[in-house]
């Protein structure tokens, strides 16, 4: 619990890393390069940012990132925490942004700079809701106990009409599937206009729903310009729908934040843009970070790739950023760890070895609409190796009592068994 | 002119480029590992992302990111352009950003990617009417005709109170300043607030006004989230301003179009977090490619750094800045380029030889604020370094005959003569 925003960051720098973590201090709360009439040592005082820690890490031989000045021959590591007054900010969480982001990629004291993680003041609990559903809610919508909600796809991303995009969720929830999403390639298209989808798509939700007592969840595409974006939230609601999805980074924090206030929808946050703020390992920013920035907008569920995945992520860091999701803020504001990417059962033993929990959204896309024996095949498949994960057993054992598991494993296997030849550079 | 959306792209990879290409283009457009049912040759055929182009360039024998997965030994680095139809976007700004960016930063096949350029299709000028004022609008609202504005920066970025803040803009509109803004970390925070602010600002800049017939552009910092930033845009205008700031990236497209489809205020632009964005070289984007998404957004004036900068950017990037800003979009839509850090007009000269334009925001925070002579001294000094600019004079040619140029050039002189020892890695 702080009365301060914290903020800590991995950092490489050629300067001692006192003095550079005092220039990234004082850019975050004074900012120019003379002392200006006004700036006395009262203000500087009250608002200046706090560097709180300095823990000194590896040295190394060259600069990771380009434009660095000053200091010669080694680049020095460490992580640093800094702080801030909650007066400087208020309860203002684009300005918050902007603090512990501002301009501090771009100092040229340092070859690499990248936010690790974030502790937002304790009075911030009381002016920001979190996520509305998390991961109770999403279980209470959608039904779903004692194991993961198994969710899927509509694939292809684009092309399908609204009719045929109803067929296939037609069979997917015959298939007994908990959950459905757009892709983000998907929103409102000519050839597929929202209104359009949503009525049939619910169309056949509904009547499973009548026919079976099961609401399967669906998350609309709302990503959108704002007006649109809030009609199509009111078009999901009045068709008795129980959720919508974000492209997070393209719409921004701030009309994301108006979507989840509304309060009536799960939103599913999709992190599509997300490789770019992550993917160069001195720059951007860690998912523990990020995450929490989200849980106060509101996102019910977001996005955390998968355990051997198709994109370039290591395992390592995919189990961090489920344990980030789920570790509580302010005692709680918990969303549900999305999983997805290649994704067809096969890595559900090691996804559970790794994080010991079934609280998870486990999303497959051709492991369900390509299983050889069908859709309804793929989910029984899926649950099976949920089953499997939870009793320690492994796949191969769990596949000898389980017929449609066992097709996912000779299916599917292959792929599974793709290793990095590099994931280092 | 173009009926698709185009993008080019830098990237790196250990497959054949070829390859490569179409795993991103069909990440873009089908994205899964399988085929599925319903993914038919003609939904391919009228929805793929197409690879219009691919320029190899060299090869290098180290990967630029990690987790690149296949191949061996050398990395092929080119130029591809992919194109897709509007049919899968329709008119949907978050969307289209999600188009090009996606999962395609996470995709193992490429050790490193970055977005270069967009071309959007012609059919988005008939939709988004981009900037309201941009560069004759706000030449307008400030009433300055033939040379830069010149701006200066509200410092300490934190802890003035109204009273103060409104102190110090006497000051700045009693030395001829044209344009003010507030600093990125000054929004509506608890010593100072929004209301508060532009209540106490704006009598002075509307006095000034009564006494000068000269409408100081103050761009008032009304970052925060949806309902609060539409109340701050209210209030600005009731108070008679002409001019608000969003941080960009804190912000988001979706609430930044939204502000600035109100059309009455001239939208500053800051892009705070960019260097996220743009300093690792083979990750992110370039700023032609962020610059465009910002010009369909409606902002008026954006943040372009400036020549010999206090911060990484070399000089060489920023001009290419200023002129892809300048660069017609639909034969228009131009925002005003906003020039700064570390500027007190010693720049002007090379600023004006590498850009050729007086079409700038000129900002310098110490440059007048701390200049030896008081602050009107400050705004002289500038106006006169760029008249030498324009005149092809030097600084030491010009500060003959201009004597608050002098002054400045023997305070603030020394600062400018750094030189990076080092620009790249």
């Not at 005092?22 to 850019?27: D, R, S």
């Not at 000045?69 to 918050?96: C, D, K």
């Not at 005692?331 to 790794?354: H, I, K, N």
Request: proline fraction near 6%.
């Amino acid at each position: 619990m702080t009365d301060r925003l914290h903020a800590r960051y991995l950092v490489e720098t050629p300067l001692k890393v006192e003095d550079a973590a005092a220039v990234l201090a004082g850019e975050q709360s004074s900012g120019t390069f003379v002392a200006v009439p006004g700036e006395t040592d009262a203000l500087k005082q009250r608002f200046s940012a706090r560097v709180e820690q300095i823990e000194l890490l590896e040295s190394v031989g060259e600069p990771s990132l380009p434009g660095c000045r000053g200091g010669a021959g080694a680049f020095q590591r460490a992580e640093i925490e800094v702080s801030w007054s909650l007066e400087n900010i208020g309860f203002n969480l684009p300005t918050l942004i902007s603090t512990v982001q501002g301009n501090l990629y771009e100092l040229s004291q340092f070859s690499g700079l990248r936010l690790l993680d974030l502790e937002f003041p304790s009075e911030y609990q009381k002016h920001y809701q979190g996520p509305r559903f998390g991961v109770a809610g999403t279980r209470r919508l959608a039904g779903v106990v004692d194991r993961p909600l198994i969710g899927t796809i509509i694939k292809p991303s684009v092309g399908l009409s609204p009719s045929d995009t109803a067929a296939l969720v037609q069979t997917l929830v015959d298939a007994g599937i908990d959950f459905i999403k757009d892709d983000e390639l998907m929103a409102n298209p000519p050839h597929s206009p929202f209104d359009d989808r949503v009525a049939a798509v619910m169309r056949v939700v509904r009547d499973h729903q009548q026919r079976t007592g099961k609401l399967v969840m669906v998350a609309f595409n709302i990503t959108d310009e704002l007006d649109a974006m809030l009609r199509h939230y009111d078009t999901v609601v009045q068709a008795g729908g129980s959720a919508a999805m974000i492209s997070l980074n393209s719409v921004g924090p701030v009309a994301s934040k108006r979507i989840c206030d509304r309060g009536q929808l799960a939103i599913h946050g999709h992190r599509n843009g997300w490789g770019m703020l992550n993917r160069c390992p001195m720059l951007g920013m860690d998912f523990a970070a990020y995450q929490k920035i989200w849980r106060l907008v509101g996102v019910d569920q977001l996005h955390v790739n998968g355990i051997q995945n198709k994109f370039w992520e290591p395992d390592d860091s995919v189990v961090r950023s489920i344990e980030a999701l789920r570790r509580p803020m302010f005692g709680g504001y918990q969303a549900l760890p999305v999983v997805s990417s290649g994704q067809w059962g096969g890595q559900a033993p090691e996804t559970y070895r790794r994080t010991r929990t079934i609280d998870l959204l486990y999303m497959a896309g051709g492991g369900v609409l390509a299983h050889p024996g069908g859709p309804a095949s793929g989910v029984r498949a899926l649950n099976q190796a949920w089953d499997a994960a939870v009793a320690g057993l492994s796949l191969e054992e769990a596949a000898l009592g389980s017929p449609e598991l066992a097709q996912s494993l000779a299916a599917f296997g292959g792929a599974a068994k793709r290793t990095p030849s590099e994931r280092k550079p």
